[in-house]
């Protein structure tokens, strides 16, 4: 009995205060889900007092520790269709669905205006509004409980696609200096305002159409105007280009403008060799011969009949300046990037690396490039940022163009197809990850960089690999591999957007390793000249148009060759269709062109 002894009587007390706490537990319970089922709104549609709504911003509260309520609730999931959501759910009006913070609309208005000689030149005006307003549902609206669950569901599903589909932009990638460019002031000669305009409206949009997608507005602001402002002998370069691009478009006196051009080409080159001369200002210098190369394959034709400086001896200045300002050190620190890239260094590599291909020699830093290829804490230097495609398949195509070389001064074939199969397997391991082209736009019609330089990536892949297959003793464009890749190829190119708008000139190199090689039969070739008449007049010139004056040459001189060995009956697939390297070409008739 529990009265028996003392410990018993202690016992039976203790299970009375148990039964006495369960019991008021549940009636509290009892009492909380009662109150959670709230009345409908009123006519008024006034929202319900704080004692019936907690405040939304709660859920981001830690749970109480003696709560047995808040353990495990899951704050990503919707208000739940129970039975207690439900009683008023078809009255419920559709403005308590997006409660939480107050809507709210914003204005932007941004103005940037280019004074010359303190006259204001050009002014561009956008207005940009951010809503969070949310647009109302006819009267008498009603929704489902699973409609909503599956509204919340698929935001929660896009809110996460979108914040991983693309990369957060760093802005501080590259050592821009972010300056303002609100007033331009550039001190013009007497007739020179034209050629400048014509530079600013017509030549500047063309300049790195890939940084601009990846550093809005930096090619502008960051690069060409602070070098307008301070840099005499970039300024004479882009006046230089801008004569040259009236020249091709425009329908002047080709005495007068040919003076425009060789003035200022000749002030900008007189100016570098001083500069060289005196070995002061080592960055403007650079910025000035960089652009003495870069700008010319924006504009005008395979060759203008005036007198020039080839881009590889500019090239050899480039080398010597950068070398003096140590900026290969500055990327290869082996403990991992500090700081932002020096851009000069980027464009530099991306000159060097396809250039050599041009010259069928190795890169000036191929073993910088080697060694960042290796590289697992620092192996980037803004090639993807700049041009579009990936780092490490760059590096790859640098390697290439070292065998290539070594293929001219004599290596032996065994040792050439070994490297060729080896470089082949790097190749493949850029690969991992890699689920194909996609349209490189999202879903509310806005272009994707991240998607568009996977694509660009792609291709360049491809075409190094259709380069790789080239350095291969008894190679012929009729061979399965260059046929399948160039197919491969024609497929991922069709995710690139095409035209004046596009990013065809951004793929002058792959355009040359793939062209140069497809049969006439093949799909490619139709494809490519669909590209071109795309284009326009822009096709014309430029790398692009010395591309297209490349490649119809080879076609020419491989149906020429074709004509000599076999009966025109003959298939134009046929295996022993003939190789016309374009190298051999361009050297033939003393076309010395950078084209990338």
């Not at 709504?53 to 109480?64: H, V």
């Amino acid at each position: 009995m529990w009265w028996s002894n003392n410990d018993a009587r202690r016992q039976h007390k203790e299970d009375i205060k148990t039964i006495i706490k369960r019991k008021k537990l549940a009636e509290k319970t009892s009492s909380m889900v009662a109150s959670s089922v709230s009345p409908p709104p009123g006519l008024s549609h006034s929202l319900p007092p704080s004692t019936t709504y907690s405040d939304p911003l709660d859920r981001t509260r830690s749970a109480s520790i003696d709560s047995q309520y808040s353990v495990g609730f899951n704050f990503n999931s919707p208000p739940l269709a129970t039975t207690e959501f439900g009683v008023y759910n078809t009255q419920m009006h559709p403005d308590f669905m997006f409660n939480g913070y107050s809507p709210y609309e914003v204005d932007v208005k941004t103005e940037r205006q280019m004074f010359v000689d303190d006259v204001p030149t050009l002014k561009e005006s956008h207005v940009a509004t951010f809503s969070t307003y949310q647009t109302p549902l006819p009267l008498g609206t009603t929704l489902q409980p699973e409609q909503f669950e599956s509204e919340w569901l698929d935001f929660i599903r896009q809110e996460g696609k979108h914040s991983m589909a693309e990369e957060t932009l760093n802005v501080s990638f590259f050592d821009f200096a972010h300056r303002s460019v609100e007033q331009v002031k550039v001190e013009l000669e007497e007739g020179d305002q034209r050629l400048f305009d014509r530079f600013v409206q017509r030549v500047l949009p063309a300049i790195f159409p890939m940084l601009e997608t990846t550093q809005h507005g930096s090619v502008g602001s960051d690069l060409v105007f602070p070098a307008l402002q301070s840099n005499n002998v970039y300024l004479h370069c882009c006046l230089s280009i801008a004569a040259q691009h009236i020249r091709t478009f425009d329908d002047v006196p080709v005495k007068e403008i040919e003076n425009d051009i060789m003035s200022h080409r000749y002030a900008a080159i007189q100016l570098l060799c001083e500069a060289l001369k005196r070995d002061d200002n080592h960055e403007e210098s650079l910025d000035a011969a960089l652009g003495l190369i870069f700008l010319e394959c924006l504009v005008g034709p395979m060759s203008d009949g005036l007198l020039d400086v080839a881009w590889h001896q500019h090239f050899q200045a480039v080398i010597s300046l950068v070398q003096k300002l140590e900026l290969p050190g500055a990327v290869s620190q082996t403990a991992g990037q500090v700081g932002p890239i020096p851009f000069n260094m980027t464009l530099t590599s991306w000159i060097d690396i396809l250039g050599a291909t041009m010259q069928g020699t190795a890169p000036n830093f191929a073993h910088m490039y080697r060694e960042k290829h290796l590289s697992s804490l620092n192996p980037q230097l803004g090639l993807r940022e700049l041009m579009g495609c990936e780092d490490r398949v760059m590096y790859l195509i640098s390697e290439i163009a070292c065998l290539d070389s070594l293929k001219c001064d004599g290596m032996d074939d065994y040792a050439l197809c070994n490297h060729v199969a080896s470089l082949g397997e790097q190749i493949t391991l850029t690969e991992v990850d890699d689920t194909g082209p996609k349209m490189p736009f999202n879903a509310n019609g806005t272009l994707s960089p991240k998607q568009l330089c996977k694509n660009i990536t792609s291709a360049f892949r491809l075409a190094s690999r259709i380069y790789l297959c080239s350095l291969i003793p008894g190679f012929s464009p009729s061979q399965p591999s260059p046929q399948v890749l160039i197919e491969k190829l024609t497929h991922v190119l069709q995710f690139i957007p095409s035209g004046p708008d596009g990013f065809d000139r951004s793929l002058v190199w792959v355009y040359l390793m793939s062209a140069s090689v497809a049969l006439p039969s093949s799909a490619f070739r139709a494809f490519f000249e669909d590209r071109v008449q795309q284009l326009g007049n822009a096709a014309m010139h430029g790398a692009f148009g010395r591309m297209v004056t490349v490649v119809k040459k080879v076609w020419a001189e491989s149906e020429d060759q074709l004509a000599q060995v076999s009966s025109p009956a003959s298939s134009c697939s046929d295996p022993t269709y003939p190789y016309v390297n374009w190298r051999d070409v361009m050297r033939a008739n003393s076309w010395d062109a950078l084209l990338i």
